[in-house]
């Protein structure tokens, strides 16, 4: 389980992905970015994937048990909850965006802030 409250969604999983040694695929169709938070990412020429993300969990479950620990988190109230992605062996510390267009893009670790901090 991780907190990806700094650096957002896209650094926590590149963190894991680096740490672990393993892959990990997410779908972008799959991600759930509400309306407001799009908007504003758009407006300002954010990557809400490398947004600050307080109030969100990233788990990693077995694939047998995912969707289970999806519907109990939907029956507590976090109806956002969703399977993202999955994780593999190959390659080795990377993090794969399958994009709503069909196309592959990597994950990196960002070069910068995004907005400064304010806590």
Wanted: aromatic share 2%; with cysteine; charged share 30%.
């Amino acid at each position: 389980m991780r907190d990806p409250t700094r650096g957002g969604l896209a650094t926590t999983l590149k963190e894991i992905a680096s740490q672990s040694g393993l892959s990990i695929e997410i779908e972008e169709e799959r991600i759930p970015v509400l309306a407001p938070v799009k908007g504003a990412c758009e407006i300002l020429g954010l990557d809400p994937l490398y947004s600050a993300n307080e109030g969100i969990m990233v788990l990693f479950v077995s694939p047998e048990d995912a969707q289970r620990t999806v519907e109990i988190l939907r029956e507590k109230g976090e109806d956002l909850s969703t399977i993202i992605g999955i994780v593999k062996e190959e390659p080795s510390g990377k993090v794969i965006l399958k994009t709503k267009i069909g196309g592959t893009r990597l994950l990196e670790m960002p070069s910068g802030e995004q907005l400064p901090r304010i806590c």
